[in-house]
């Protein structure tokens, strides 16, 4: 899968995956300057949330106000759409906003739409892709969430759109110390970030992006019964292949 993702790695995009948080401004802020534009275009993507007009609002207080981007919402329970408007509407971004909320409910939502579909393809064409929280552990192949505890009763691994390949995301990992036990019987590396955190990608490397100095990130994995785990702190883009293949 890797050696699929370094093969095209040259036509990608970037993934921005803030691991939470109330104020992320400094975050936001980097994924702006990502675009190389003095005034970027920003789509909000608030499926997660079932398109709360209060929290679409808050995320165009902070693009359009303070960062004077152009922003607009996609808009796919509450607003009748076509497959090939929203397509349209995708592909004209330079910057993807995914909001927080559920993230099992936002996938099937996606997918009766293809959504998934779109976003690969505005990735593809160099779109910065960025979320929070269900909005950063959709890019991966599986997502550690909460959206299964009313099916389950307790936190799961579900199944991203695998932007990111060979790779589990854990989000608010400072809230959530029951994931290093989790983690113990997977195979799959796991990338565990805290809030006012970033995981970044481009161009087949990776860099921390901290919004406050004491957020963090990790690298974690199981192996045979132990557990491994490492500090993310580098702020220079490194190759992703080393977390996939640690020596």
Not at 87 to 99: F, M, Q, S, T
Not at 111 to 129: R, T
Not at 201 to 230: C, M, Q, T, Y
Request: hydrophobic share 40%; net charge negative.
């Amino acid at each position: 899968m890797y050696a699929e993702y370094k093969h095209q790695e040259e036509h990608m995009g970037i993934v921005v995956a803030i691991g939470g948080g109330k104020e992320t401004f400094e975050i936001d802020k980097y994924i702006v300057s990502l675009a190389g534009k003095t005034k970027p275009s920003v789509l909000i993507i608030p499926t997660a949330s079932d398109e709360q007009q209060g929290y679409i609002g808050l995320l165009a207080k902070i693009y359009q106000g303070k960062l004077k981007c152009k922003v607009k919402t996609l808009k796919i329970i509450t607003t009748e759409m076509t497959r090939e408007a929203i397509r349209e509407k995708i592909l004209a971004a330079d910057i993807i906003y995914v909001g927080a909320g559920d993230t099992l409910k936002m996938l099937r939502v996606w997918s009766e739409f293809a959504v998934e579909k779109y976003l690969a393809e505005a990735f593809g064409n160099g779109a910065i892709l960025s979320g929070l929280s269900a909005g950063a552990v959709c890019w991966f192949q599986d997502a550690y969430s909460d959206s299964v505890l009313h099916e389950s009763g307790a936190y799961a691994k579900i199944e991203g759109i695998g932007l990111i390949p060979s790779m589990m995301m854990c989000p608010h990992y400072d809230e959530r110390d029951e994931f290093d036990e989790f983690i113990r019987g997977e195979t799959m590396p796991a990338i565990a970030v805290e809030n006012n955190c970033a995981f970044v990608i481009k161009d087949g490397n990776f860099r921390i992006f901290k919004g406050i100095p004491s957020a963090r990130a990790f690298l974690i994995k199981g192996a045979g019964g132990d557990i491994i785990k490492r500090e993310l702190d580098n702020e220079e883009f490194l190759p992703i292949e080393s977390l996939l293949n640690p020596s």
